[in-house]
């Protein structure tokens, strides 16, 4: 079995896969409370799944892009829960949750292709391309909404929501979601990788580049 979350939006999400069908899943809204309810949803999620950490098969986490934050506390306490339980530890692309869950919810709308499109703030949006089998063929990119070439494909994600009168045909689903996120790794159309974070761009916040001194030469202390 694997453990699976992903914290790159405002929704946490965490399930178990059993390698055929999501044991047990949950979510919980976390605006700037990732850490807060990251934990016990894993062991909520552990318990209705009746299976313990040492026993996974590995974890799954979501490497955004997505908001720094919430990729730093899912990271952080994946690789944590991997060392103590002694079970690998992946990342995968949290766009691709999206791509698979809405081919598999509209497999003929979706049958040559879509492009999901997340919110990233800032008057951009995270974007990536996917063929009918919802693996990805584009991206991750980082760009204004204007800028998105769609190629005429439906388009997914709370990007599309953002922005209605650029994504007319924006659908559900609009966050990504653990479960889909690992049916899609079962299926083989999510390719895993190391677990560490897709920022595409620079923080929000950063460090000045240089310190102005509070004492001066010359001057009495």
Do not use: N
Not at 132 to 143: C, M
Not at 160 to 166: C, F, G, I, V, Y
């Amino acid at each position: 079995m694997r453990l699976g979350w992903d914290t790159s939006t405002d929704t946490v999400t965490v399930a178990v896969h059993d390698g055929a069908e999501v044991r047990s899943h949950r979510t919980g809204s976390a605006p700037r409370r990732h850490a807060e309810v990251l934990t016990p949803l894993v062991a909520e999620a552990l318990a209705a799944a009746d299976v313990e950490g040492p026993a996974l098969a590995g974890i799954v986490v979501g490497v955004g892009p997505g908001a720094y934050t919430g990729l730093r506390v899912g990271l952080v306490t994946a690789q944590a829960l991997g060392w103590a339980w002694h079970v690998p530890v992946h990342g995968a692309c949290s766009l691709d949750a999206l791509a698979v869950q809405a081919v598999a919810d509209h497999p003929s709308r979706t049958a040559d292709g879509l492009v999901v499109v997340a919110d990233a703030r800032r008057r951009q949006v995270f974007w990536a391309r996917y063929d009918g089998s919802a693996r990805r063929v584009a991206g991750p990119h980082v760009a204004a909404p204007d800028e998105v070439d769609t190629l005429g494909l439906p388009v997914v994600g709370s990007g599309a929501r953002e922005h209605p009168t650029l994504f007319p045909e924006g659908r559900e689903p609009v966050t990504p979601d653990a479960g889909w996120l690992l049916r899609g790794v079962a299926a083989g159309a999510v390719t895993l990788g190391p677990a560490e974070p897709v920022y595409l761009r620079r923080p929000d916040v950063t460090v000045a580049a240089g310190v102005k001194p509070v004492l001066q030469q010359g001057r009495p202390r």
